[in-house]
């Protein structure tokens, strides 16, 4: 079983620059590729960005271009999320995503529990 587990978050002032984590823990053989989604409320769960494991190949949501940067630790399975320049509409709950391969067999393609960012001042 394999669980990703999101921490960061919480209240951010506008202008913020807050990093939010996820870790990804159990039978895991290799990890493919990680991104971050966010659902605001009222609103359908978006892509914010992804990145490949191998490559570090990245992909960005036009409103986060040049002001979130996503990154990952490969020897600790974990993405990153750097945000900086915080606005009100980036309020919401953010979620890990994570592909990969199990240690026996087969892939998976898991959601981590969310953790919310609010920005507001």
């Known amino acids: 079983q394999v669980r990703p587990v999101e921490s960061g978050g919480g209240l951010v002032q506008p202008g913020g620059s807050p990093r939010l984590s996820c870790a990804a823990s159990?039978?895991?053989?290799?990890?493919?590729?990680m991104g971050w989604y966010r659902q605001a409320p009222g609103k359908e769960r978006e892509l914010v960005a992804t990145?490949?494991?191998?490559?570090?190949?990245?992909n960005y949501a036009d409103s986060v271009k040049g002001r979130f940067t996503i990154s990952r630790d490969i020897a600790k399975n974990t993405v990153y999320l750097q945000m900086n320049s915080l606005k009100p509409e980036d309020t919401a709950v953010y979620y890990c995503n994570v592909g990969g391969i199990y240690s026996g067999s087969g892939y998976f393609n898991l959601w981590g529990q969310g953790t919310q960012v609010t920005v507001s001042s």
């Open positions: 159990g039978s895991i053989f290799s990890i493919t590729a």
């Open positions: 990145i490949t494991s191998s490559s570090g190949s990245t």
